[in-house]
């Protein structure tokens, strides 16, 4: 089993949508998640960082783990076209911070 | 503009060859991270520097080797190349180690023929 699952899509919206982007994990250790956005020939960029379970918000963006089922979300609202890219979600594997990715969901917002 | 900057953007060469991969992480950063990201693995981690000594080990194969300077800027050498070493290199910076925002630089696209 991989440490990290997400699905791949495409996933295609309309303008406005609300999206939701999930990834599962398969280590009860993991404590810190984060989402990583990724323009198309760009280096990922952090979008959310959260600690344990719970949920938080920045804007329109909503990261959302749920460590007893060991699911990690992240929620738009009123997507924007320029929200297409890659997301991908990221746990933090080892002590000294190296990084656990899931592959990535290409996100398409359609005007 | 994350402040990491890697160098060169584009690499072509040829299997057998040697090239090295350039990184200067964000002012005051003493972490830097190399990744590795190809269409069918993904991102995956391959090394770790702090303060110029090696900290963890990824998916690192033995053709591949790194190092941090002491004005902390790292190389990733890749030496006997493949076809399958083609991919995108990314170098991430960070303050100090563990749970410190790693940030990422543009990356290096290396394509081998």
């Known amino acids: 089993q991989k440490e990290v699952e997400q699905d791949p899509g495409p996933l295609s919206v309309p303008e406005g949508a609300i999206v939701s982007l999930n990834c599962t994990y398969s280590?009860?250790?993991?404590?810190?998640f984060m989402w990583y956005r990724q323009y198309s020939r760009k280096g990922p960029e952090l979008l959310m960082y959260?600690?344990?379970?719970g949920n938080k918000e920045d804007g329109r963006f909503t990261a959302q783990v749920d460590k007893s089922s060991k699911y990690i979300s992240l929620f738009i609202r009123d997507s924007q076209p320029s929200d297409s890219a890659t997301y991908l979600c990221?746990?933090?594997?080892?002590?000294?911070?190296?990084?656990?990715f899931g592959k990535g969901t290409k996100l398409s917002v359609k005007p | 503009d994350s402040g990491v900057t890697q160098t060169p953007k584009h690499l072509i060469t040829a299997t057998g060859q040697r090239v090295t991969l350039r990184c200067s992480p964000r002012?005051?950063?003493?972490?830097v991270y190399w990744y590795q990201q190809s269409l069918d693995q993904g991102l995956q981690f391959l090394i770790q520097?702090?303060?110029?000594?090696?900290?963890a080990k990824g998916n690192i194969l033995e053709r591949f080797s790194a190092q941090q300077f002491p004005d902390l800027h790292s190389e990733l050498n890749l030496s006997s190349l493949e076809l399958g070493d083609s991919a995108l290199y990314f170098c991430?910076?960070?303050?100090?180690?563990?749970?410190?925002?790693?940030?990422f630089g543009p990356g290096t696209r290396l394509t081998v023929l």
């Open positions: 990221a746990i933090l594997g080892g002590s000294q911070g190296n990084l656990i």
């Open positions: 280590n009860s250790a993991f404590q810190y």
């Open positions: 991430a910076s960070s303050g100090g180690l563990g749970t410190d925002t790693q940030y």
């Open positions: 520097y702090y303060n110029g000594e090696e900290r």
């Open positions: 002012s005051g950063d003493l972490s």
């Open positions: 959260t600690y344990s379970s």
